[in-house]
């Protein structure tokens, strides 16, 4: 191990004694007892030195070992250190893909305080692959921000050609209408990550995550049964995102046999409305309206946005909340909301349900498995 600081943390004297690290309630926490000698001992943690030479170099300001490990420890309970040998794979970056991806390393070393746990997910996040199904202004700006944010392989399935109204600045750009969706959207992915590494085996592999954003009014609640029993069935997590009308949602997040579907949305919903399955059915056969759909460029932007964070706390292996619920984002009055979503008893859906805290559905989470096809 390297000790160096997290840059994340900009760090300042509280008094004599007492040095803060961070700046927001999440993260701010405070190093005391600090002696005059100590700050220089911190500009010695700059990843250059293993642990005897660092020891060696502390020694040249007459600070003991025993201090050296009393200071690592405290900065390490502070979630202030972390480890430039971690950081070497990365190095085989090109650099200006290093110097891109530099502010998404620097949150992730936050997220996960652990030294070195930072670059190994930045590590992981280039060897997911993540398939988007939709190409329209959620769907294509969802795959732009998730190669921006490191992900190696994401591929955006969609047919037909642009449309005025598929463009959005953060995906297919106005620029491509006319052009086929699929090609659009695979230059937006380019467009947001140039280094992104080649496609080579990790095109062959099942998607480690989906993301069903399908053009138009569309949403989880109006979930095509079909896709939904596709994706069960083949066990592969996946995670709605759309915009239906003024509304925005993000989820369910889908753990197959593991946390409510979008199935057991729409039976809650039938539960509710008796004639809702003869609805969604028209819905679903594109006969029940042809005008152009509501979709508000901000809205669609924010819930592109929110499902690229949920699937990233995903991949990260954390548990994104629109796991066994689902996030809205009103149009009306600007605010978010969590709605939670438990597994229905006639879907069927979840094998091995885990109760969490409040009622909800949760599941633990196992990173992604790279499976083969
Ligand atoms: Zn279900």
Redesign the pocket.
């Given at each position: 191990m390297r000790p160096c600081l997290k840059p994340a943390l900009r760090r300042a004297w509280r008094d004599r004694h007492t040095l803060q690290f961070g700046v927001g309630r999440a993260h701010a926490a405070v190093v005391e007892s600090a002696e005059p000698a100590d700050a220089a001992f911190l500009d010695l943690l700059d990843g250059t030195r293993e642990l005897p030479a660092l020891t060696a170099a502390a020694a040249g300001l007459d600070l003991p070992a025993e201090r050296v490990g009393l200071l690592l420890e405290r900065l390490e309970r502070v979630g202030a250190l972390d480890d430039a040998d971690a950081r070497r794979p990365l190095l085989e970056l090109p650099p200006a893909e290093l110097a891109r991806l530099g502010p998404d390393l620097a949150a992730l070393s936050l997220a996960h305080p652990e030294p070195g746990r930072g670059p190994e997910l930045l590590l992981a996040r280039r060897r997911a692959r993540v398939r988007v199904r939709g190409g329209g202004r959620v769907g294509g700006a969802i795959a732009a921000v998730l190669a921006a944010s490191g992900v190696g392989l994401v591929e955006v399935v969609d047919s037909g050609s642009v449309l005025e109204q598929d463009t959005s600045p953060c995906g297919v750009l106005i620029a491509d209408t006319g052009r086929p969706r699929a090609a659009a959207a695979r230059a937006a992915v380019r467009r947001a990550a140039p280094g992104r590494p080649d496609d080579g085996a990790a095109a062959r592999r099942v998607p480690d995550l989906v993301v069903v954003a399908p053009r138009g009014d569309a949403a989880g609640l109006l979930a095509d049964p079909g896709l939904s029993r596709e994706l069960l069935h083949a066990g592969v997590p996946h995670l709605y995102a759309g915009v239906l009308e003024t509304l925005g949602t993000v989820g369910p997040f889908v753990l197959p046999g593991r946390s409510?579907?979008?199935?057991?949305l729409s039976?809650h919903r039938a539960d509710e409305d008796p004639a809702w399955p003869r609805l969604l059915a028209q819905h679903c056969s594109g006969r029940s309206g042809s005008g152009s759909a509501a979709c508000d460029s901000a809205l669609a932007t924010t819930v592109a946005g929110l499902a690229a964070l949920h699937c990233l706390m995903f991949l990260d292996g954390a548990s994104p909340p629109s796991l066994g619920g689902w996030a809205e984002v009103s149009m009306l009055d600007g605010s978010m909301r969590r709605r939670p979503l438990e597994?229905?008893p006639d879907?069927?859906?979840?094998w091995k349900p885990v109760p969490a805290a409040g009622g909800t559905m949760m599941a633990t989470l196992d990173p992604p498995t790279g499976r083969q096809a």
């Amino acid at each position: 191990m390297r000790p160096c600081l997290k840059p994340a943390l900009r760090r300042a004297w509280r008094d004599r004694h007492t040095l803060q690290f961070g700046v927001g309630r999440a993260h701010a926490a405070v190093v005391e007892s600090a002696e005059p000698a100590d700050a220089a001992f911190l500009d010695l943690l700059d990843g250059t030195r293993e642990l005897p030479a660092l020891t060696a170099a502390a020694a040249g300001l007459d600070l003991p070992a025993e201090r050296v490990g009393l200071l690592l420890e405290r900065l390490e309970r502070v979630g202030a250190l972390d480890d430039a040998d971690a950081r070497r794979p990365l190095l085989e970056l090109p650099p200006a893909e290093l110097a891109r991806l530099g502010p998404d390393l620097a949150a992730l070393s936050l997220a996960h305080p652990e030294p070195g746990r930072g670059p190994e997910l930045l590590l992981a996040r280039r060897r997911a692959r993540v398939r988007v199904r939709g190409g329209g202004r959620v769907g294509g700006a969802i795959a732009a921000v998730l190669a921006a944010s490191g992900v190696g392989l994401v591929e955006v399935v969609d047919s037909g050609s642009v449309l005025e109204q598929d463009t959005s600045p953060c995906g297919v750009l106005i620029a491509d209408t006319g052009r086929p969706r699929a090609a659009a959207a695979r230059a937006a992915v380019r467009r947001a990550a140039p280094g992104r590494p080649d496609d080579g085996a990790a095109a062959r592999r099942v998607p480690d995550l989906v993301v069903v954003a399908p053009r138009g009014d569309a949403a989880g609640l109006l979930a095509d049964p079909g896709l939904s029993r596709e994706l069960l069935h083949a066990g592969v997590p996946h995670l709605y995102a759309g915009v239906l009308e003024t509304l925005g949602t993000v989820g369910p997040f889908v753990l197959p046999g593991r946390s409510a579907c979008g199935n057991c949305l729409s039976q809650h919903r039938a539960d509710e409305d008796p004639a809702w399955p003869r609805l969604l059915a028209q819905h679903c056969s594109g006969r029940s309206g042809s005008g152009s759909a509501a979709c508000d460029s901000a809205l669609a932007t924010t819930v592109a946005g929110l499902a690229a964070l949920h699937c990233l706390m995903f991949l990260d292996g954390a548990s994104p909340p629109s796991l066994g619920g689902w996030a809205e984002v009103s149009m009306l009055d600007g605010s978010m909301r969590r709605r939670p979503l438990e597994a229905h008893p006639d879907c069927g859906c979840c094998w091995k349900p885990v109760p969490a805290a409040g009622g909800t559905m949760m599941a633990t989470l196992d990173p992604p498995t790279g499976r083969q096809a």
